[in-house]
Structure formats: structure tokens, C-alpha cells
């Protein structure tokens, strides 16, 4: 997890504001970036994807922007909801296993 | 069910006892994973299986942790004399072979 640096631990927004939690990483080797969505008591899901030779991908209200040079992406919820309030994990793929951040707490208020 | 279960989902141990945990994968997934969430912390990687194969158990803390996967579909994570520090929820995921992993719900651990 060291590899993995998550910010903000935690963040506040009200309905239709647009989070931005932001990952940096260190290991070059890295080949595929997920955003996980993870609410209490169930497993994490995978919430969407981005592959290193691509710098921007929208699903939905969910975008990833990808920096190669700077070893860091980003998740950006437009329009956010309060059942968007969950935790958000960054995790990095490399070889054979995720390497998961520490995570973002989000509270999307009414 | 369509997705992936993990069985019991609660489990409460006393120190020193052993315990076992079961995942059963979504089917016909050939890559199994299971990863250690502590409480308040991102999940972290013990252990790959393709198959009944474990290609990856770098990620177990200490030889009391062993899992298996003897016919490639049901997969035992056991933990062996437990301590209050392998109190955590114990996760399960398994994929088609891509990267798109599908995890269970994990499984509570309490070691008291």
C-alpha cells in the first residue's frame, strides 16, 4: 500500500457538487488503473478503468483523467448523489494483484 | 446466485483456535484472489490461484495462514493458532481471466 498514495481521506459534498479524489503511484510497472467503489458490509466494486495509453475516459457521471508523466490519476463524480456516499479505493494493477489505496471516505449530503 | 459468496460471513475466534473460510467463486472463473481488509484500511493481496494452481502466495503474513483451491472452484483460506491481529474482514474475488475482478461480501473475523 505504501506504493499507493489516496487523497483526501475524506470529503463532504452536497448533491450535484463533483468530488475529485486523486491517487499517486510510484511503480512504473503498473499497466491498469481501476476506481473501486466500496459501501459498508459488501466487498469492493469495480466502478471504472483506465488504461495507461489513454489520459481521459467518461462512464456515465464517472470520469478517470490519467497522467502517465506524473504518476497520477483521478476520479471525478459529476453530478453526485447521496447514494454515491461510499468508500472509493484506487488500486493499481501489476502483474497479478491490485495494489489497493487507503482509501477515500465520501458523504454526498441532500 | 450469480455472484461471488463467502461463507460464514461472521466469525468470532478464540486465540489459538483455527479457523476456515470458504469462497466460492462465480462460475467458470478461472482466477481466484483472496486479500486482508483491517479495519479503516484499503484491501491488501494474500494470494492468486488460476485453477487449483496458487501462482501467488506472497501477500500470506506467516506460515499460519494457508489457502487452497484443490479442484479449481471452491477455494479454503485457513488461518492456523489465530492471533488478535488476523482480526479483519477476508476477502474473496474471482475473474474470468481479465482484469475485472468480482468480489464477495468477505468474510468478519474476530480473534478475541
Known amino acids: 500500500q505504501q506504493q499507493v498514495k489516496q487523497s483526501p481521506q475524506s470529503l463532504i459534498v452536497q448533491k450535484g457538487g463533483i468530488p475529485i479524489i486523486n491517487c499517486a503511484y510510484e511503480?512504473?510497472?503498473?499497466?491498469?488503473f481501476p476506481w473501486y467503489q466500496q459501501f459498508p458490509g459488501k466487498g469492493p466494486a469495480l466502478l471504472i478503468a483506465i488504461r495507461p495509453d489513454v489520459s481521459e475516459k467518461k462512464e456515465g457521471r464517472f470520469t478517470i483523467s490519467f497522467n502517465k508523466s506524473a504518476k497520477q490519476f483521478s476520479l471525478h463524480i459529476m453530478d453526485s448523489q447521496p447514494g454515491d456516499s461510499a468508500t472509493y479505493f484506487c488500486?493499481?494493477?501489476?502483474?497479478?494483484?491490485?495494489?489497493f489505496g487507503t482509501g477515500t471516505r465520501l458523504q454526498v449530503f441532500p | 446466485g450469480a455472484g461471488v459468496s463467502q461463507s460464514p460471513r461472521y466469525k468470532v475466534a478464540k486465540r489459538g483456535q483455527d479457523v476456515a473460510l470458504r469462497c466460492d467463486p462465480i462460475s467458470g472463473h478461472v482466477s481466484l484472489f483472496w486479500y486482508q481488509q483491517a479495519l479503516g484500511q484499503g484491501p491488501e493481496f494474500l494470494t492468486y490461484f488460476q485453477n487449483e494452481a496458487q501462482l501467488d502466495k506472497s501477500g500470506l503474513p506467516s506460515d499460519r495462514f494457508f489457502a487452497e483451491r484443490p479442484e479449481g472452484s471452491v477455494s479454503t483460506l485457513k488461518i492456523q493458532r489465530t492471533q488478535q491481529e488476523d482480526s479483519a474482514v477476508y476477502l474473496c474475488?474471482?475473474?474470468?481471466?481479465?482484469?475485472?475482478?468480482?468480489f464477495g461480501p468477505g468474510t468478519r473475523l474476530t480473534v478475541t
Open positions: 474475488a474471482s475473474s474470468i481471466g481479465g482484469l475485472a475482478m468480482n
Open positions: 488500486a493499481p494493477y501489476n502483474t497479478d494483484k491490485l495494489i
Open positions: 511503480n512504473t510497472a503498473f499497466d491498469y
